[in-house]
């Protein structure tokens, strides 16, 4: 069942004036979002995120999907990744702009919008950056349940930004990790990561290079954005060549 499509999920606000109704989504913002991992737990939210994705991973060709529309610039990128399946219809829009933190903002903000296909009715506008967070940590964590050895206890973390926190508590919760290799070119990055997981539970082991990080370790991860300059503009790098 589609819990949006329920009339619980639906706010219309009906003005005395006019026979159409006002509509009136369900907004998400961040700090309801933070409110509820702290609420629920960020095991269960993680958890729950992995199952809705494997259900989705399951019935892949009921989506119709389109490409993802990029328009890149000088310092970076903005994206609109739109899909949906016979009853509802979600976008999100975010950026990459990895110059960001240096003018005290995040490298990535999200929002999205989700609504029902039969009438175009918006249902939900949601905050995502915490959000997407959240969804990228899960996915890892499900790939890793399908590709890694079940016995597999010690990860490599390179790049040890932001993400990264998010990744190494969802291979911790998700996958049954306990030890987790750090490695960053910013020492300050990995520092800070080693402060904000030193209540986990995890040992946290800080490498010198990526070679030292991979090394012992049963899943090599990396959390940083890869970007190339090209003709003043950052983009993704092209896939090797087979």
């Not at 269960?44 to 389109?66: H, V, Y």
């Amino acid at each position: 069942m589609n819990t949006l499509n329920h009339p619980s999920r639906r706010h219309f606000l009906t003005s005395d004036n006019s026979a159409s109704p006002l509509i009136s989504p369900l907004y998400l913002s961040a700090p309801a979002v933070v409110e509820l991992v702290q609420r629920k737990g960020l095991k269960a939210c993680l958890t729950g995120i992995a199952d809705f994705i494997q259900a989705d991973f399951m019935r892949w060709e009921d989506f119709d999907k389109s490409a993802r529309v990029a328009n890149h610039s000088a310092n970076g990128v903005i994206e609109l990744m739109p899909i949906s399946d016979h009853s509802t219809y979600s976008f999100k829009y975010v950026n990459g702009h990895p110059q960001n933190t240096a003018i005290g903002l995040s490298t990535v903000m999200a929002f999205g919008v989700v609504a029902d296909v039969a009438t175009g009715t918006p249902l939900l506008l949601s905050e995502l950056t915490l959000t997407t967070a959240l969804r990228t940590a899960a996915t890892s964590a499900l790939a890793a349940k399908f590709l890694a050895r079940p016995d597999s206890r010690v990860m490599a973390l390179i790049g040890n930004g932001a993400q990264s926190e998010f990744q190494a508590l969802a291979f911790q919760h998700l996958v049954g990790i306990d030890t987790v290799r750090l490695y960053d070119v910013d020492a300050q990055a990995s520092a800070k990561l080693m402060a904000n997981l030193s209540g986990s539970g995890l040992t946290l082991v800080l490498c010198d290079s990526i070679a030292h990080a991979v090394h012992g370790a049963d899943i090599p991860g990396a959390s940083c954005a890869v970007v190339a300059r090209h003709h003043g503009r950052f983009e993704r790098p092209p896939p090797p060549n087979k």
